[in-house]
């Protein structure tokens, strides 16, 4: 049995104390900060350290587990549609914590989003339940709710389900699979975080992409940009997840997590210009590349058409949500598990474009 804490803020001692934490989705933005915090600490960030812990993750073949493996973490190598895989995973993985992260968010095709995000998180769940995991903490999407009805509308645990696409309603019936569980007593202790658009280091290549659209004033703000986003720094999510892995009153809960206050889409845009010119010295273009509320209009009923035909088109996905309010309220994981997100927008986008050049990506 391996004990270790977390600390929060370097304040908060949370103590989890379990033989092992299975990993899915490691290899991502996300996952790769949980994996370090897990296994290294984290107490540069001043949000939380750990390290210390038996690592076993899932990851895809032909993914790059370099990092991972400097880690010792031990590597399982499949895909969570496949049961033999999931099995690999969770053997002898009895009284163990599974972060499930794994997902697509841009597919190839539209039937993925329920073969991986539905069908691939009910398996986990049923080979978690039959070895005897103790927690599941399961990682859902803020499409689930759907948009809000009105720019200073925040959802909450408690909103309707109004799921936004394919990828919305996979993850509906993801938790709504779950919940069921937990409804019946699942053996295994569950947990549901809702999240929002992430950003932070070692970001994919859209999101890069994002920041050389700023650059160039080629960012396309739809409608009078006014509409809010809720968006999570990563080592904001990661805090949150590892408190939601250890806090005895989060087992069968809904969370949402995110930064402290959403941002307008003016704001998001004129704040990366900001990072971009004031912090790294690079020649911004000004953004004068607006577009009239109905493109985005016109975008979500031409993807809507596409994901019915079972089509998939990314750059209409993302134009249908540009003039939309996707906002959240964190009150509950505040209250419950004494989440305190502490990177805000600026500093959170500062070290993503730092990362991004470090990484030799180019903005």
Not at 14 to 20: D, H
Not at 28 to 54: D, H
Not at 56 to 61: D, G
Not at 258 to 270: F, K, L
């Amino acid at each position: 049995m391996i004990k270790a804490v977390i600390i929060v803020q370097q304040v908060i001692p949370v103590t989890l104390n379990v033989p092992l934490v299975l990993l899915t989705g490691a290899t991502g933005w996300l996952g790769r900060r949980i994996a370090a915090a897990l296994t290294k600490g984290l107490p540069e960030v001043r949000l939380l350290a750990t390290g210390g812990f038996r690592v076993r993750a899932l990851v895809l073949p032909g993914e790059d587990v370099s990092q991972l493996r400097e880690q010792h973490v031990e590597i399982v190598t499949g895909d969570i549609r496949d049961m033999e895989s999931v099995r690999a995973l969770v053997a002898a993985a009895e009284d163990a914590i599974l972060i499930h992260m794994a997902g697509v968010i841009h597919p190839r095709s539209v039937a993925q989003f329920e073969a991986i995000n539905t069908q691939g998180t009910i398996n986990l769940l049923t080979a978690a339940q039959k070895v005897g995991v103790r927690r599941a903490i399961i990682l859902s999407s803020n499409s689930a709710i759907g948009c809000n009805p009105h720019p200073d509308h925040r959802s909450t645990e408690e909103s309707p389900y109004n799921p936004y696409m394919g990828y919305g309603r996979s993850k509906m019936l993801m938790e709504k699979a779950l919940r069921a569980e937990i409804a019946a007593g699942s053996p295994t202790e569950i947990v549901i975080i809702r999240a929002p658009w992430f950003y932070g280091p070692n970001q994919p290549s859209r999101q890069t992409l994002f920041f050389k659209m700023v650059k160039d004033g080629k960012f396309p703000i739809v409608g009078s940009g006014r509409n809010r986003r809720s968006m999570g720094y990563t080592d904001n999510l990661a805090q949150g997840i590892l408190l939601a892995a250890a806090h005895k009153n989060a087992a069968g809960e809904i969370f949402w997590l995110a930064d402290e206050t959403s941002y307008t889409m003016n704001e998001i845009v004129e704040t990366v210009g900001k990072v971009l010119r004031e912090d790294f010295g690079m020649t911004v273009k000004p953004n004068k590349l607006r577009l009239p509320s109905i493109a985005a209009e016109v975008a979500t009923v031409l993807d809507a058409t596409l994901q019915h035909a079972g089509i998939y088109h990314q750059k209409i996905h993302l134009l249908s949500e540009m003039n939309k309010t996707i906002a959240c309220d964190i009150t509950k994981a505040r209250k419950v598990l004494g989440y305190a997100p502490k990177i805000a927008l600026r500093e959170g986008m500062r070290l993503s474009v730092d990362s991004c050049l470090k990484n030799r990506q180019t903005i």
